[in-house]
């Protein structure tokens, strides 16, 4: 049988191209499609067709006219919802369940969430006193950024892509966007479906490969490009960084994660071992928000590792597709390799492995990536385990003993993403908020999302905040009108 074609999509046609690449299924270990990538050419084409197109119609576009276009995207992804499901679990493994009750609606939901911010969106006035006694009037303007560079990771592929595309297109933009050479399906459909939904040619344009020498670095590197959004590694953004300083041009960084979960002995128990399995778990551990540092107060701490221990060893892992499964893979062989490399480091470092640690059986029946959702404990705060980002089903449980101790821990770290902490006591659960290091909080939940509050990260863990109005500011170039009255 043929393979899937995945192909790039510049200035409004789907374009092939001479080299291509396996698109493979980490559940099974089998390329189930093939992916065009797209050379520096034809990335400088859609540069040239986003512009084109920024110079027509689009370009004089109003709010209310892309709100319609975006939530005709949004009743595109529902009504092909089984193709993206099916494309969005071949290329990542991850449970048909989690995709569907997740990344497919969180698709849609980013485009109608943008729709109806962009709807409502005001402006600044100030009336100004003059030198002469009279008034001026201040008010500003949103004018879209120009060409958007869009390079998204391959841990929620439709999720993080559509996160960005949807408010990119909201402002008015034009969009060159590169989706991880992992995962292509799902935004290769979004064109598609974009394309249904009436944007004109060149409005947005898709093109596929890798980083390095590729269509990433060709994105970033172009003069074109006057805004680069990026979601990944913290190394790649700061290469990323480094290029786009060349025309001083602004970005927007979600970046990595060692995040801390910080238990304490009053919180509710069964809630709270519920809530740290799923926040370290979820998607095999591999969403930038994951928890891997777990601080548990002294009195709880035994009962709570046994408690952990427990809730990981239930996971079903295995078939995405079939029911009940609540772990697939890792998303490649490579990442399952670095990810098999800490866990040796960890036993270097002293680990004791409460649970998991390694290969499961499943593995070797259907031939994918998987991995056993892994507990430790013993680990030293500043062991390599402790303070890199593994991106993986892991966590090391520390006990502590007082506030002051919980929250220098969960300080001691050059990321700054995300912490949960779960208490009954409420008025310390605000105290500790202001007082950790991070971009997020979640008291007494994890990855509860509302599309209208800033998200991102401190330190290396991101450049700014999307989410929003952050969203429409950076996706905008906001210009003040002074007139004098
Ligand atoms: N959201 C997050 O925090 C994520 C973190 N990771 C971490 O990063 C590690 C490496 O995974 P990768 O997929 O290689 O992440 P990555 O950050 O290198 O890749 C993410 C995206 O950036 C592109 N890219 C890479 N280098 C680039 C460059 N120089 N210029 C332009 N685009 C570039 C890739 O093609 C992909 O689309 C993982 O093992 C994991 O630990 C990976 C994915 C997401
Ligand atoms: O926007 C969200 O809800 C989730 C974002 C997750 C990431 O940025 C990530 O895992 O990289």
Not at 3 to 31: E, H, L, M, W
Not at 253 to 281: I, M, P, Q, W, Y
Not at 389 to 405: A, I, K, L, R
Request: glycine share 10%.
């Amino acid at each position: 049988m043929s393979k899937t074609q995945y192909r790039n999509f510049v200035g409004g046609q789907f374009v092939a191209t001479d080299r291509c690449f396996d698109d493979i299924n980490p559940s099974t270990g089998q390329a189930y499609a093939q992916v065009h990538e797209a050379s520096a050419e034809l990335v400088d084409q859609a540069a040239d067709a986003a512009h084109k197109a920024l110079k027509g119609e689009w370009g004089n576009s109003r709010p209310e006219q892309r709100a319609a276009l975006l939530d005709r995207i949004a009743d595109g992804i529902d009504r092909r919802f089984d193709e993206f499901l099916a494309a969005e679990v071949n290329d990542t493994g991850k449970p048909a369940a989690l995709a569907s009750s997740l990344d497919v609606p969180r698709g849609a939901a980013n485009f109608r969430a943008f729709a109806s911010m962009i709807r409502t969106a005001g402006g600044e006035v100030f009336e100004t006193p003059t030198p002469d006694g009279s008034i001026a009037l201040n008010y500003t303007m949103r004018r879209p950024l120009g060409t958007v560079g869009i390079i998204s990771p391959w841990n929620l592929p439709l999720l993080l892509f559509s996160w960005k595309v949807a408010p990119a297109l909201a402002c008015g933009n034009v969009v060159i966007a590169k989706p991880s050479e992992e995962t292509p399906g799902t935004a290769t459909l979004l064109a598609e479906v974009i394309a249904e939904a009436g944007a004109p040619d060149g409005v947005f344009n898709l093109v596929h490969g890798f980083g390095p020498g590729s269509a990433g670095e060709a994105i970033v590197k172009s003069s074109k490009v006057n805004g680069i959004t990026f979601t990944g590694e913290s190394g790649t953004g700061a290469t990323i960084m480094r290029q786009a300083a060349e025309g001083v041009r602004p970005v927007s960084f979600e970046l990595g994660g060692k995040n801390a979960a910080l238990v304490f002995a009053d919180c509710d128990f069964e809630e709270t071992v519920a809530g740290v399995a799923r926040s370290t778990f979820l998607n095999t551990g591999q969403v930038c928000l994951c928890t891997e540092r777990v601080y548990v107060q002294r009195p709880i701490y035994e009962k709570f590792v046994a408690a952990l221990a427990e809730a990981a060893r239930k996971l079903r892992i295995g078939d995405p597709w079939a029911q009940g499964t609540d772990m697939g893979p890792l998303i490649s062989k490579g990442h399952r390799q670095k990810v098999l490399d800490y866990m040796a480091l960890a036993k270097q470092e002293g680990a004791e492995v409460v649970t998991g640690g390694g290969i499961p059986a499943v593995a070797e029946e259907l031939g994918g990536w998987f991995i056993e959702p892994t507990v430790w404990t013993g680990l030293a705060q500043n062991s390599r385990c402790m303070q890199e980002e593994v991106f993986g089903p892991v966590c090391n449980v520390f006990p502590f003993d007082t506030e002051e101790e919980a929250v220098a821990l969960a300080n001691d770290s050059k990321y700054g993403l995300a912490c949960a902490i779960w208490t009954s006591n409420l008025k310390r659960g605000h105290r500790l908020a202001a007082q950790i290091e991070v971009g997020l909080v979640w008291l007494n939940t994890w990855f509860l999302r509302d599309l209208r509050t800033p998200f991102g990260g401190a330190k290396l863990s991101g450049l700014g905040r999307e989410g929003g109005h952050h969203s429409l500011d950076f996706y905008s170039e906001l210009k003040n009108v002074c007139v004098k009255l």
